[in-house]
């Protein structure tokens, strides 16, 4: 659509697309909220000044402004480095000689395709859910009814109780494989204060007791993390799988990193965030199945089953967070789990258990 004159900024004030008008001579003549965060300046201070001397342009950016023709084709500029982040931007000239800029902002438009990813996981996972779970439900039903009756049997005969208790426990077994098939693809989560660290360790131990000490721990910790509200049992398992894929990778080394960030961009939230970043030497991620990574059934081992990611994920989004991965610098993995935190409540400050003390 051709640009006119008269736009009005009206209808981008909720836009996350920054806006901005400048005149002939590079001044603003008005920009939207979006754009009041990109060159950290307010409306009223930015307008009839040089947008140059409000903020520091980018050298494309200068350059794209200085020799913009009256009318024409607009420029397109990628990954310029604002005050408010990182922009791509589209140069367009309006018929009276001013120009109008559009910055988008990379780090909502990443996060949008992590939103988008995580509802196409959602619905295969959910599509998985049904399937897996009909296949699962007909020979599990068979297997209690067994069970079943066989307790009843034995129950009469006094000279054999244990197999009675074991067939119990079949039942009870096969109702806890019942449980985890409904909850699957669809977490319902009961979330209560939980304390970071002491349930860190608990994963922690569990991992010593497969892998030994094959693998060493480095902790970097924040020691001022408040409780988290969350589904302690759904933060166990997060951090199992992301751990034991760790292990599963050959690493030699593991780096656990925690700390507080406030009001991250990726959560769209102003409240404090937890970082826990994962950090590994391992063999790390072929790059043909790194935008595939967090889809359930993609896995890189022989022997995995491709859920593990996918199920991490699925519960941090349930909880508001994001999982995200990228390569480690030299080799590796690292992935980073980030939840939001809720307010502290008054008097109740945390400290960090005895045997999992933060690192100086």
Known sequence: MKPDASLGLAALEWLDTAVIRLDACGRVLDLNPAAEQCIGSGRERARGRSLA????LPPELKSVLGSMPGRGRGRHLQELKMRGGSYDCTVQAVDDGSLLLELHNLQWERHRAKLQQQELQ?????LLSRNLGHEIRNPLGGIRG????LATELENEQELPE???LARMIMRESDRIEELIARFGRPSLEPTDVDFYPLLAEVIELLRA????AVGIERDFD???????????ALRQILHNLLRNACQAQAGCIVLRTRIVHAPALLQTSQAALRVEIEDDGAGVPEALRPLLFLPMVTGRRDGTGLGLALAQQMAAAHGGILSYEPGEAAGSRFTLLLPLRAERPGHHHQPAAGVEPDD
């Open 122 to 126: 959602a619905g295969l996972m959910e």
């Open 210 to 213: 497969e892998f030994g000490d």
């Open 163 to 165: 197999l009675a208790t």
């Open 223 to 233: 020691p001022s993390l408040p409780p988290l509200y969350c589904d302690a049992a």
């Open 146 to 149: 067994a069970a079943q009756m």
């Open 53 to 56: 001397a409000l903020t520091e």
